[in-house]
């Protein structure tokens, strides 16, 4: 078993806090599918909670530390050169509909740059961590991206826009071309997983656009640690900054960077 750090002892900390109370509301959530008007406001209610969790476990042991949260949005802190990027429940629709596949996203970023990221799915208990220089780990188990060379043996992970979301047009023609190039896309509904599963090798690649700071910052380092590369989907340098990003092995990035951006 690998020893923690002092810092990703803190943020497995709060994330298993929160995650105990996510859990029975998950619960819950999945006796309220029958009513009429569903369990939204009570989604609502429970990612509150778990943010207010992991800002309070999280403050109380690094106090200077700011925030960006996807509820609460930018908290400034004492400290300007640290701050926690969170998304207290990621993959919210899956969790409102009672699909076991949501997660805890906690990325620390120190002068601009990721430095640690936490990704815990509280359901099936995998926890996903990764520190600058440390490597990334699936519950105390390193871990490496895939060793696939070739597109056409790849599952590749993507995010498609929705109601009221992105350009459906335009990702239809992407998502055609992309298709006809490898063995399977899969549409989880997390964006940090996705990007977890790139770094544990069990997607080969993930691209999604319209992304959120916490949607990603946790993920990154993960694959980036897993030994794996991330860029923006046209290859530029700021996925954090731009909410682009395209995350996969070393091998398949080129291949797959052409192919999305054909047109
Ligand atoms: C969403 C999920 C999803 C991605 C969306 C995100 P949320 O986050 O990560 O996989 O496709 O773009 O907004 O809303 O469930 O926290
Ligand atoms: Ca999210």
């Given at each position: 078993m690998t020893?923690?750090?002092?810092?990703?002892?803190?943020?497995?900390?709060?994330?298993?806090?929160a995650a105990r109370a996510l859990k029975r509301d998950f619960g819950e959530v999945e006796q309220l599918q029958v009513s009429r008007k569903g369990p939204s406001d009570f989604v609502s209610a429970a990612d509150l909670r778990a943010e207010r969790t992991l800002r309070q476990e999280l403050t109380?042991?690094?106090?200077?530390?700011?925030?960006l949260l996807e509820e609460g949005g930018?908290?400034?802190g004492e400290d300007p050169r640290h701050r926690w990027i969170i998304d207290?429940?990621?993959?919210?629709?899956?969790?409102?509909?009672?699909?076991?596949?949501?997660?805890?996203?906690?990325?620390?970023?120190?002068?601009?740059?990721?430095?640690?990221?936490?990704?815990?799915?509280?359901?099936?208990?995998?926890?996903?961590?990764?520190?600058?220089?440390?490597?990334?780990f699936l519950n105390d188990?390193?871990?490496?991206?895939?060793?696939?060379?070739?597109?056409t043996d790849a599952v590749i992970a993507t995010g498609i826009p929705h109601h009221g979301r992105g350009e459906h047009g335009p990702?239809?023609?992407?998502?055609?071309?992309?298709?006809?190039?490898v063995a399977g896309i899969r549409r989880m509904g997390t964006a940090s997983l996705d990007l977890a599963y790139v770094a544990a090798g069990r997607c080969?690649?993930?691209?999604?656009?319209?992304?959120?700071?916490?949607?990603?910052?946790?993920?990154?380092?993960?694959v980036r640690e897993a030994g794996g590369f991330v860029t923006e989907v046209d290859g530029g340098k700021?996925?954090?900054?731009?909410g682009s990003v395209l995350a996969t092995n070393a091998k398949l990035h080129k291949g797959l960077q052409g192919i999305l951006n054909q047109d």
């Open positions: 020893l923690r750090s002092p810092l990703m002892t803190v943020m497995t900390g709060a994330a298993q806090k109380k042991a690094r106090p200077k530390f700011g925030f930018e908290i400034k207290p429940i990621d993959g919210t629709t899956n969790f409102l509909h009672g699909i076991p596949h949501f997660a805890i996203s906690i990325g620390l970023e120190m002068d601009g740059e990721i430095i640690a990221g936490l990704v815990f799915n509280p359901v099936t208990d995998e926890m996903f961590v990764a520190e600058k220089g440390k490597g990334a188990h390193r871990l490496r991206v895939s060793a696939r060379t070739d597109l990702y239809l023609k992407v998502l055609g071309r992309v298709m006809a190039a080969d690649g993930y691209w999604e656009t319209g992304l959120q700071p916490w949607d990603m910052a946790a993920g990154l380092i993960l700021t996925p954090l900054a731009s």
